[in-house]
């Protein structure tokens, strides 16, 4: 078996020695450069634009603005489609919004002319803080795209709550936050007649497609999307947001291929970010630990509807966790002047949980309960908000087994209770959960004479290993060395896959990789029973092997090159489309967690340091060891930086972000970060999917933050419900 | 706009004469490392830029009469590989190799981190401590000017401006002296000092502290030597009461701004445990012991 071992990542030399080219790194002739200019006021009209000075530098080839951009058909929806802000009205919505795309010969001649572009507008009231507009909290209209109301309730909670012996009443607020990839935003168009190919760092080549055919009035199949390798995307290169369009529409008004890449700057106002999220959680219980009742009311920032719809869906977790018969969520959104958030690692797990976890850890000490204890009380067996069993769920191995390797009975339960010198010692745990998704997906496989498996997919990898795992599948599946199997992906051009969002791209794409290799398999095989040579007619499948690109029968055996050779075919290929059945419908399906921190704060200066993690996972079967610890260290370290770190800082007056940089926009450097030691507890989810994987891009993301809040409450106990946890709130 | 002019001149005269006759502003380009940062922001919009780096001996590292002189453009990197200047001088060194990551070290320069002019540049408490002087070339030729009166407040020196600076000295170091520098910031690599804090001290054959340098950074407009924190030092060894004493003068010393990095009251109250803990590095070098920096 391939499946499952510690296969070094296929694209890693590529990487590392500079060969992989990234979106911004196509070489074209006659390539011209793209630049933003953006909004520089909050709220209001553009009512001129004073584009003279600009236009006469060298170099200049367009200056496109509200006033003469091509007109795009943003009526109509599809998947992952940002409509605006695309230069089609004079709307100011928030500062830094694009309000014009210059484009000349050469980058600098691009920025120079770019900064002499002049914009007169007519400024109008903006509301740039989230708090200073809860009395405009809205429902939201497209709560998870239709699939289900925003609110919910079983039970009755607030009655029950009312007469709990043991109340937990409080309010979390998490902060904006931007997912900073280390490859900005990039797209290089190209239009040839009306067709038109784009090299994009997206997570989803196939929402590309579609959105720019439909924002252009072309054929799908006319838009060709490319984007081999990307770096990094948590989120933000899930949509296509404005750049990659306007960057089309830039190679179409100066008829030659444009380049468009965002400065880190930029990657604050043009793509997205995590909202901001106020969480009124209430949680009941009796003396013994049993939860009564929960309620968790959720409220994430908005932009203005014009530019669409996200909300944070904070509560959803909270449904499933925990068995409970009274629970009540509701999700709310609040509109403000600032850019359309979007989805960011875990978007709605990893804030939502974080306040559910972290007041559950105040349930604990409110009823003097080890936390692990009070978790396993209200173990939920099923899942009590779709009272549907688990596809599987080995939670209670992810508690025992971290517990086990935390050594988490050093513990004991008093704050400030554990000192070494002049450090306070804390130690918090929460858990984790993220839904097991999965989409149709489809793949196709050659086998030529060289006897290699070229396997497609129109997929991505975004950092994550698709390329590896995707091989190591198919190896398995043809009895092949991993040698002689390729893997391509990153083209609109192969077989259609699902956008590299929700963890659901080894539980969609590997499905489809095994389904195709399969089918291969049984053409082969009709193919040497049909051949004469063999004297195998009448025989089936079942009599035969393929192994190592040889068909073996009960007394011989026959190669691909002769298989091919004897009907003269250059290679044989097949292609697969898998999906989801009923499974859905008859199960819940979630991958889990437990997480485990160790800190320490600095008795006279609060500093505060991390010493050692633990997490441990159900996340199903696993493709390979290293790839999987790497996205289970990378989650765990983008929840450290949620933990303690990042926050996006808006001037109230102004609504310019004024840390739009990674200088003063912290995230964790490797000294922040701890050891971190996994577990991923054995597990083989057939049910959620035929290949047994549950995807674990997010889930060790969730939880992380709340594990180290509850350790900060251990070390120094003060409760610190506004992230992220600042010196001065321990100090306090 | 007026066009950008770059020059590098070979000598400190032709250097001085391109700063002289400048129309419009110039600025003086050594690492490089907050300048081009400033430049790309459009946070200074210069019409000249004079490059020293061509001078001879601007950078580079001598000995001289038992002190050490350092060109003002040596990279922060030449200074941590220097085979002694780190023994003798372990305060400045380590608050210079703390500007940046490794690959700004390869450029970033004592006088930039000076004339850049931040509250919260590493260097300058340390050097400050350190009874640091400059060599200043200008119109009329050179001139020596102690490291605490080059910073006026953010982003403004007392340089004229034909003047720049060509080289440091650090004094010989006393018997039974020693320096530090520490700061504090939340990350724990790679970000800007919430509070710094230099500290130099002479010891007699006793251990009792007969001379003392405390300066503080990134609680006031310009970093500041606290003479009444060295006071609580000298004529004491270190003991608690002598820290206290230190604490509370460090702490009277702030004057510092609120802002998204730290607060008054939290900058003012570690200002106070970093001056405690700086000098205790301090004393124990100063008494033969090789404690070392960092926190």
Known sequence: MIVGQPVDRRDGRMKVTGRARYAAEFPLQGLAHAVLVQSTIAAGTILSFDTADAKGQPGVLAIITPDDAPRLQTKKASQQMVTAPLLQDKDIIYNGQHVAVV?????????????????????????????????????????RNGARPPDSQRGDPDAAFATAPVKIDVTYTTPVEHHNPMEPHATIAMWQGDRLTVWTATQGISGAQTTLATLFGVEPQNVRVVSPYVGGGFGCKGNTWPPATLAAMAARVVGRPVKLVLTRAQMYTSNGYRPRTIQKLKLGADQTGKLLAMRHDGFSQMSQPVLGEFVEPVALATEMLYACPNVAVSHRIVPVNQGLPTYMRAPGEASGVFALESAMDELAIALKMDPIALRLANYAEIDPHENKPFSSKKLRECYAQGAAKFEWSRRTPGPRSMRDGRWLVGLGMATATYPNNRRAASARVRLGTDGVAIVQSGTQDIGTGTYTVMAQVAADELHLPLSHVRFELGDTRYPKAPVSGGSSTVPSVSPAVQAACAALRARLFDM?????????SGASHSDLRFENGVVIGPDRRITVPQLLAHQNLAFVEAEAESKPGDEKNEHSLHAFGAQFAEVRVDLETGEIRLTRCVGAFDAGRVLNAKTARSQLIGGITYGIGMALF????????????????????LVPVNADIPPIETILVANDDRIGNPVGVKGMGELPMVGAAAAVANAVWHATGVRVRDLPIRIEDVLA | MPSLNYVAPATVQEAVRLLAGASGLAKVLSGGTDLLVQLRSGRT???????????????????????????????????????????????VVEAANLIGSKQVQGRASLAGNLCNASPAADSVPAMIAAGATCLIAGSDGTRQAKVEDIVTGPGRTSLARDEFIVEFRLPKREPRSGDAYLRFIPRTEMDIAVVGCGVCVTLDANG????????????????VLVPEAAAALVGHKLDDATLEMLDAAARRACNPIDDKRGTIDYRTKVAGVLARRTAAIAFNRASGGKSAGGH
């Open chain 1, 528 to 536: 040497a029973i049909a051949d004469p040579r063999t004297g195998w």
């Open chain 2, 208 to 223: 009792v502290c007969t001379a003392a340098r405390v300066v503080l950074g990134a609680v006031a407009p310009t970093p």
């Open chain 1, 103 to 143: 484009v000349a010969d050469t980058l600098d001649r691009a920025l120079e002319a770019a900064a002499r572009v002049r914009v007169q507008y007519r400024q109008g009231e903006a509301v740039t803080i989230m708090d200073q507009a809860l009395g405009q909290a809205a429902v939201p209209k497209h709560f």
């Open chain 1, 646 to 665: 990042e926050k996006t800082e808006v001037d109230a007056e102004t609504g310019r972000i004024v840390n739009a940089n990674i200088a003063e926009y």
């Open chain 2, 45 to 91: 919009r210069p019409e000249l830029i004079v490059d020293t780096k061509k001078i001879p001996g601007i950078i580079g590292i001598r000995e001289e009469n038992g002190g050490f002189v350092i060109g003002a453009a040596t990279p922060g990197m030449a200074l941590f590989e220097h085979p002694t200047l780190k023994q003798t001088w372990p305060g």
